[in-house]
Nanobody, 124 residues
Framework: QVQLVESGGGLVQAGDSLRLSCAAA????????MAWFRQAPGKEREFVAG????????LYADSVKGRFTISRDNAKNTVYLQMNSLKPEDTAVYYC?????????????????WGQGTQVTVSS
């Protein structure tokens, strides 16, 4: 059974940084495409960033490009999301998602494994 556990969320001020972590178990992490999504109150879950296992390519939502960085450590079965220059509109629950041996996609229904989410709140 796949388990994804996020950590690192919290309450910060605009302009601050946070690093989210997602530890994976029960999945062949090195051949899993990993992604971060977020969901703000009253809004749909949206793609934030993704990392394609096969070639290491990454993809970002336009709203976070240049501020957020996704990375992975296959030895630790962990994917990270470094978030810099945070804005109040980044406030959301952030979810980690995995697709085994599959291409990188921004579509949430294509991911079968999800973490429980971690809250990020950015005050102005």
């Amino acid at each position: 059974q796949v388990q994804l556990v996020e950590s690192g969320g919290g309450l910060v001020q605009a302009g601050d940084s946070l690093r989210l972590s997602c530890a994976a178990a029960g999945v062949t992490f090195s051949t899993s495409t990993m992604a971060w999504f977020r969901q703000a109150p009253g809004k749909e879950r949206e793609f934030v960033a993704g990392d394609y296992w096969r070639d290491g390519s990454t993809l970002y939502a336009d709203s976070v490009k240049g501020r957020f960085t996704i990375s992975r450590d296959n030895a630790k079965n962990t994917v990270y999301l470094q978030m810099n220059s945070l804005k109040p509109e980044d406030t959301a629950v952030y979810y980690c998602a995995a697709r085994w041996a599959s291409e990188l996609t921004t579509r949430a229904p294509q991911y079968k494994s999800w973490g429980q989410g971690t809250q990020v709140t950015v005050s102005s």
